[in-house]
Structure formats: structure tokens, C-alpha cells
């Protein structure tokens, strides 16, 4: 029989949970607005009662249970990667999906947490007292650098590079010998040049638009255009829901997925964005919280893998949409359209929850 645990409600975190239900359902309502958005955000509905309800359940167990599940979501993870190549969608030039009947699957999303779980299971059954060396490190750049393979093959640069850099957050936080962190430096700068000739021209050419979208308004540059000129025609306080034009006309791509803060933007103008972000914020700054009062290694890499996720994500999507970055395709978690996404950033977020839990005070 199902029982609800008094200190289950007595300490859960509203302060957490809250600003991520605001954040869903006004991204829903975002996505009705856009092209075919009664379909979209019917779907987004379902996505998120689903994930609500996944965070819930992860709330319920103690984290020593999810660390031992780690490497098994790990490689469950890893097979539907691999999976992707043998029966992946194609779409958009890109193999990043596997079709079960009317459902799409999005492997790589699940595996930005599977490699936050990995890298917080085993820094925590290896403690060093000192910073880690080459060694000790063989094995996490092992697990980081085979999924982000598969990952750019896709290909998905934008994914692989959030991966990356929430790998590079847990190993940081875990403690690495200067001397090794420059020489990965180093590595990657000369590693630049051979990265940049293996892009498939369309990512070159998401980069040109970056540095000069003018030079090609109807090409390369044209989504950072478009983007911008939505985010500019907002002002202060938005167009509206129904007079947001470059939305309505169909002027901006992927309007709701990639650039859906750009549609916000052009609807709620300055003022609405000062709102979204600060929801961000307490949602972010609230995970630091858990993260500092966390005991145990494990709780807190998970819970700084997780925060590296979820501002790597704000800051990648609404950086490209205001064309201070390139565009990499990474999506607004809570906010942007997608299935894969939106389980992902609730199961991160049951997580966070059963981690504030178990260091109440």
C-alpha cells in the first residue's frame, strides 16, 4: 500500500521545486503560441506531468541507491547511443533519435546525467587527499570521451560540448594537479585546428554566422538575424502573446525548441526575461545550497554535476538566441520542447530533492 512520509512533505523543497513547475508551465504556454503549438504543447503537457512524476519517485530513494544504479544507467545510456546508429531517426541531416512507435528518444540527453551519476559514484569510492593525477583520471576521461564520441558522430557538437563541460565541472570540483590542468589546456588548444577541419560545413558555418551573421542574412546568418530582431521587437514589456510577428510569421526557426527564448523574449519583452532568469537563479542558487551542506562526496559531485547541467543549458541557449554565442542546438531545460529533455532535467531534479533530504537540518 502506498504510504506518504510525513518528513517527506515536512522537508521537501518547494523553494526548488516550485520555480521549476513556474518555469514548465510557462514554457508551455510559449510553445502553444509557436507554429503547430497546440500539438507541441499538448505533448510538452504530458512530458512534464511524466517528469513531475519521475522526480517525485527519484525523491523517494536515498542516494546511496542511485549511486549504485550509476554505471548501470551508464550503459543503458551508452546502448541507446549506440542504438542511434543502427536504427536512428534521420532528421535535419542528423541521426540523434530512435523511434518506438509515436515516441522519440533522445539517447545523448540522457547521458549528460548518466555521466553526472558515473563521475560522482566513483569519485566518491576514491578518495584522495590530494589533487588527482593522469591516473587517476584514465578512467573518467575513458567514461567522459567514448559517449562524446558517439555523441559528435550524430552529429550533436552541442550536446558533446555540454557533456564536456559538465565532465570538466565534476573533475574541477573533485581536485586536479595544476600541472596536469595545464596540459590539458594546452592539449586543447592544439587540438583546435584538427577539430575545426573535421566539422561538417553546415557547423562551420553556425560559427561564420556567429562572428558575422550580416555577411550572410539569408544563409548562415540568418537564424541569429531573426533570433535577434525577435528579442529586439520585445522592448520592455513584449508584443503579446498574438502580436509577437516574427513568431506568428514564421521568420524564426525552431521556434520551439532551439529558439524558444527567443519567442518569450519577443512576446514578454525585457521585463519577462528579468522574470524567467530570476526563476533560474533561485533555482540554481538553491541547488548551491544543497550542494554546500551536502556530507557526502557522492551528493555533492552530483549535486555540482547537475548545477553544471542545468546553467550550461540557460546560458548555451539563451546566449546563441541573443547571438553572443554560436548555435549549438542546446536546449532550455524546463523550457524548450522535447521529451528526452524534460525527463532528464526532472530526474536531475528528484535528485537534488532526495539529496536535500537526506542533509536536512
Not at 530582431?229 to 521568420?251: C, D, M, P, R, Y
Not at 525548441?257 to 532568469?277: H, K, M, P, R
Not at 539563451?318 to 547571438?323: E, F, N, R
Request: with cysteine.
Amino acid at each position: 500500500m502506498f504510504q506518504i512520509d510525513p518528513k517527506r512533505i515536512k522537508y521537501f523543497d518547494f523553494l526548488l521545486f516550485i520555480p521549476v513547475l513556474i518555469i514548465s508551465v510557462i514554457g508551455i504556454v510559449t510553445i502553444y503560441m509557436t507554429n503547430r503549438g497546440n500539438v507541441f504543447a499538448l505533448r510538452q503537457l504530458v512530458w512534464v506531468f511524466i517528469g513531475i512524476f519521475v522526480s517525485l519517485f527519484v525523491y523517494k530513494l536515498d542516494t546511496r541507491h542511485i549511486k549504485r544504479g550509476a554505471w548501470f544507467f551508464y550503459f543503458f545510456s551508452l546502448a541507446l547511443l549506440v542504438l542511434v546508429f543502427i536504427n536512428g531517426v534521420l532528421s535535419h541531416g542528423a541521426r540523434r533519435w530512435i523511434s518506438f512507435y509515436f515516441i522519440h528518444i533522445q539517447p545523448s540527453e540522457f547521458m549528460k546525467l548518466a555521466v553526472i551519476l558515473v563521475l560522482s559514484a566513483y569519485f566518491d569510492e576514491n578518495p584522495k587527499s590530494e589533487p588527482y593525477g593522469f591516473f587517476d583520471l584514465l578512467l573518467p576521461f575513458i567514461v567522459v570521451f567514448i559517449p562524446i564520441i558517439f555523441v559528435v558522430k550524430q552529429p550533436d557538437l552541442g550536446t558533446a560540448i555540454v557533456i564536456a563541460v559538465i565532465a570538466m565541472s565534476i573533475i574541477l570540483a573533485a581536485g586536479i594537479e595544476r600541472s596536469l590542468l595545464v596540459k590539458l589546456v594546452l592539449l586543447f588548444l592544439v587540438f583546435l585546428p584538427f577539430a575545426w577541419s573535421n566539422l561538417k560545413p553546415y557547423q562551420k558555418d553556425r560559427i561564420m554566422g556567429f562572428l558575422d551573421p550580416y555577411r550572410a542574412p539569408t544563409t548562415y546568418g540568418y537564424n541569429t538575424i531573426q533570433s535577434e530582431i525577435a528579442i529586439g521587437s520585445g522592448g520592455l514589456f513584449g508584443k503579446g502573446l498574438h502580436n509577437a510577428t516574427q513568431t506568428q510569421l514564421s521568420f524564426l526557426p525552431e521556434s520551439h525548441t532551439d529558439f524558444i527564448f527567443s519567442v518569450f523574449a519577443e512576446q514578454w519583452g525585457f521585463l519577462g526575461c528579468a522574470i524567467l532568469i530570476f526563476l533560474y537563479a533561485v533555482v540554481l542558487f538553491r541547488a548551491v545550497a544543497i550542494a554546500y551542506h551536502s556530507e557526502s562526496d557522492f551528493d555533492r559531485m552530483v549535486t555540482i554535476g547537475i548545477i553544471a547541467y542545468f546553467w550550461i543549458s540557460v546560458v548555451f541557449n539563451m546566449g546563441m538566441a541573443m547571438g553572443l554565442l554560436p548555435i549549438v542546438g542546446v536546449p532550455l531545460v524546463f523550457f524548450s520542447y522535447g521529451g528526452s529533455s524534460i525527463i532528464t532535467s526532472y530526474f536531475a531534479l528528484g535528485i537534488l530533492l532526495s539529496v536535500r533530504f537526506k542533509n536536512r537540518r
